[in-house]
């Protein structure tokens, strides 16, 4: 029987624990596939710790993998047995070496491209494309402020803002990290442990601030980061590692300044289907065209208790990965 990492219970990286699972025939819509690679997010910490209601117990964690068709329901005509699928969003239960999922959920990658590559971007991909498109059409010679530039959506998100043109501005936690987000493209890498980063964001871009402010840290940051929007410009607040936000009065936007606060959620995109097929398709396309998201950290299945201890104690950089 297939191995699977089911959470017992919420609480730390411990509580994820490798069983044997069954696996039914797909339905009539669903396909089965036979995963390669499997995505590690945040968002899975969040199911795992509790922060995120469960809606079983014990579940299957993970959003994000790309494998091999072995199945599908007698209703599915678009994929069949052998094709190199990937796929986001929810249902959850990525964490398995096989599971079946609904034929709607998937993409097909196109041969030019590999499964490790197509599997390990789904879900931040589609982040990105939320966040460049949507939260804001992103234009040649904006200003962005991306948090965590050196993480794994922080580096795609640089990637793809520098394509279209747009100016960045990464932050890092630590020293260390600054040139992996230069190299992603960010003109500028600042400390936000520094006090005065803020400051100096302002002064770099035209000192107005910037058109989009990326949030992916929470806690405290969000203030900090509501200061650096130039007027008429959006603070995109889509995480929270650092600890619960602190409440924010609508006056901090203020008749002055004149900026907008969004929490978009990436799940709530990935629900869309038309959002979901554009998003899917713009993400294939900017991979095919250069976009680069490097995996930098992988671990084998059994050890995902490892992979979520890493990620929470900001100890990787790109995307984090288990493999089959």
């Known amino acids: 029987m297939p191995t699977a990492i089911i959470i017992s219970q919420p609480g730390g990286p411990e509580v994820l624990h490798a069983t044997e699972i069954e696996i039914k025939a797909p339905g009539p819509d ?4 036979r995963h390669e690679v499997i995505g590690v997010n945040f968002v899975d910490i969040y199911y ?11 579940a299957i964690p ?16 678009a994929f069949a047995q052998g094709d190199r699928v990937a796929y986001t969003g929810n249902p959850m239960g990525a964490y398995t070496e096989i599971r079946n ?16 590559t197509a599997g390990s971007s789904m879900l931040r991909g589609l982040t990105a494309h939320m966040l460049l498109h949507k939260v804001r059409n992103v234009r040649e010679g904006d200003w962005i402020l991306v948090h965590s530039a050196a993480g794994g959506l922080g580096q795609l998100v640089t990637r793809w803002a520098t394509m279209k043109g747009a100016r960045v501005i990464g932050t890092t936690g630590s020293a260390a990290k600054v040139k992996i987000a230069q190299a992603a493209g960010a003109k500028e890498v600042l400390l936000h442990t520094d006090a005065g980063w803020a400051d100096k ?23 900090a980061t509501l200061s650096v929007v130039r007027p008429f410009g959006t603070v995109a607040s889509l995480g929270q590692p650092a600890g619960p936000i602190p409440p924010v009065r609508v006056e901090e936007l203020g008749f002055a300044r004149s ?4 929490r978009p959620s990436s799940m709530a995109y990935a629900d869309d289907a038309e959002l979901y097929a554009q998003g899917a398709r713009d993400l294939i396309s900017a991979l095919q065209n250069g976009l680069i998201n490097p995996v930098g950290a992988e671990y084998p299945l059994t050890h995902a208790a490892d992979a979520h201890s890493d990620l929470e104690a900001g100890r990787t950089t790109g995307s984090v990965i288990l493999t089959v």
Request: proline share 5%; glycine share 14%; aromatic share 2%.
């Open 30 to 33: 669903e396909v089965q596939i």
């Open 48 to 58: 795992r710790s509790g922060l995120y209601p469960q809606s079983s117990s014990p």
């Open 62 to 77: 993970g959003f994000e993998g790309g494998g091999i068709v072995t199945a599908t329901g007698t209703n599915v005509r």
């Open 101 to 116: 999922i609904p034929a709607s959920r998937l993409v097909r990658i196109p041969t030019d491209i590999d499964i490790r």
């Open 201 to 223: 964001a302002r002064e770099i871009s035209d000192g107005r601030g910037v058109h989009l402010a990326i949030d992916g840290i929470g806690g405290t940051m969000l203030s």
């Open 259 to 262: 900026i907008a606060l969004m």
